[in-house]
């Protein structure tokens, strides 16, 4: 029995033991478990007008008439101390060629497209850091938009032929290093950037061009569309940050330069299906050269204020083209110096003057263009959970074009928005807005003078972990 009882122990001990070294493995793992859980994170952000009627007596219902862009994102990513990773889909009408007439108009309304997917690391530690895929980057640029989310900086330009006011084209216009392999070396207060981009050779462009323009002139009647171009699609860009003590610093510029075959190209088969002539640009290729320099100044509690230029220089190569260079110049400012209330302000004025001969088209011989934003926006909270929003703005632009006429531009908005945090990772809003648009054409384009004045109900989720 002794020896029994002492075997019977002996077993108890080894399984206690056991038991103990089991159940630390699997709190370690429940710990490893828990920190991967803390690094990623997930976002769902809706945002739509759940009801929008004009004077012209169009009304609607979950369009994009509300908050924020009217965008809808679905996103997932990581990040840990040396890498990281992100990808979101866009839920938005989007047009996938920049055409016009009806060959565009067959591609409108598309509703996804991949907003984001990228991945970063840092395999030296911490003074470099390399990110390749889709993305937007824009560090070293103070983003005052808590309270006013409508427009980034950059050249605020007006729609060609009276389309409604548009932000700068994505690709060109704007201060974003997008899209393709990043560099960051990171020493002290100075970090510098180089973006190097979806670089073609001319055969991969001739190839790429020719196989899209064929699908769309197939649909069309035409036959193939043949594209021999010694050019190739070349895109690269830098920035300098610095931080200069009472702020931050930054200087940027990036250039996209392209076949102009394929331009041709594509606005002759464009010409084509609206039955009008069409006069080839020229030169052998385009050269789009962003570059700005801006100031965040954060010395003053309380205060933020961040000031920039922005210049756009769209170029031929071709001798006798005249480049006209667009200017456009940002302040934002926030303050929160009372508890619980927040103020901003944004306002851009972008301009340009001068013939670009056929160029851009938008501005002829003496031409002119102005454009001014002027907005201002509060936030005040009422409880810990209940906040309310209000956005008040104004945009003005005048395009004066000798050769082809004039337009004009006047919009006034007003927005009211009520914000419920549901919990730590959820948030609700929902408002009124006020929209009065007009518009005035004059020359080439015809001659109108319109006013719609359009009232929508827009609300908003967020949920993120």
């Not at 565009?104 to 990228?118: I, K, N, Q, R, S």
């Not at 110096?337 to 302000?345: A, N, P, V, Y």
């Not at 337009?407 to 009211?416: I, N």
Request: charged residues 20%; proline residues 3%; contains cysteine.
């Amino acid at each position: 029995m002794k020896k029994k009882s002492m075997a019977l122990c002996f077993m108890a001990i080894i399984l206690g033991g056991g038991g103990g070294l089991f159940a630390q493995a699997d709190k370690k793992f429940e710990e490893a478990a828990s920190s991967i859980a803390d690094k990623v994170k997930f976002g769902l952000e809706f945002n739509a007008s759940i009801l929008s009627a004009n004077s012209e007596g169009v009304v609607d219902s979950l369009t994009d008439a509300g908050f924020n862009e009217d965008e809808t994102k679905i996103g997932v990513g990581y990040e840990d101390e040396l890498w990281g990773a992100s990808a979101v889909l866009k839920f938005k009408p989007h047009n996938l060629f920049f055409l016009s007439g009806e060959i565009g108009e067959m591609f409108a309304g598309f509703p996804l497209t991949l907003d984001e997917l990228y991945g970063w690391i840092k395999p030296f530690g911490k003074h470099f850091k390399f990110t390749g895929g889709i993305f937007d980057n824009t560090d070293g640029l103070a983003d005052y938009t808590d309270d006013i989310d409508e427009f980034e900086m950059g050249i605020f330009i007006f729609g060609e032929d009276g389309a409604p006011f548009t932000e700068p084209e994505a690709e060109f216009t704007d201060t974003a290093l997008t899209n393709g392999f990043l560099t960051d070396a990171i020493f002290g207060p100075v970090t510098l950037q180089l973006l190097l981009a979806s670089n073609y050779s001319s055969k991969s462009a001739s190839e790429l061009g020719s196989g899209l323009l064929t699908q769309m002139a197939g649909m069309i009647g035409q036959g193939p569309v043949e594209i021999d171009t010694e050019e190739r699609f070349f895109r690269i860009g830098g920035r300098v940050i610095a931080d200069v003590g009472v702020g931050t610093f930054s200087a940027l510029y990036k250039t996209f330069q392209w076949p102009m075959d394929i331009a041709n190209a594509s606005e002759g088969i464009s010409a084509a299906v609206m039955g009008v002539s069409f006069t080839p640009y020229p030169g052998s290729k385009a050269i789009w050269n962003t570059f700005g320099g801006y100031f965040d100044l954060t010395a003053v509690e309380n205060l933020g204020v961040s000031l920039g230029y922005t210049g756009f220089l769209p170029a031929s190569d071709a001798s006798d083209v005249d480049n006209v260079l667009y200017s456009g110049i940002d302040l934002r400012a926030t303050w929160t110096g009372i508890e619980g209330l927040s103020l901003s302000t944004h306002n851009n004025i972008s301009f340009a003057k001068g013939a670009e001969k056929d160029w851009m088209g938008q501005l002829g011989k003496d031409g002119s263009f102005i454009t001014l934003y002027n907005a201002a926006g509060v936030t005040k909270e009422i409880t810990e959970k209940f906040s309310i929003n209000g956005v008040i703005s104004n945009v003005f632009s005048k395009t004066d074009n000798s050769d082809a006429g004039k337009t004009e531009y006047d919009s006034f908005g007003v927005a009211l928005k009520f914000i419920a945090k549901v919990s730590g990772n959820a948030e609700f809003n929902a408002g009124l807005r006020l929209d009065v648009e007009k518009t005035a054409l004059s020359g080439y384009y015809g001659d109108a003078d319109d006013s719609v004045t359009t009232f929508s109900i827009p609300i908003g989720i967020i949920v993120s972990f």
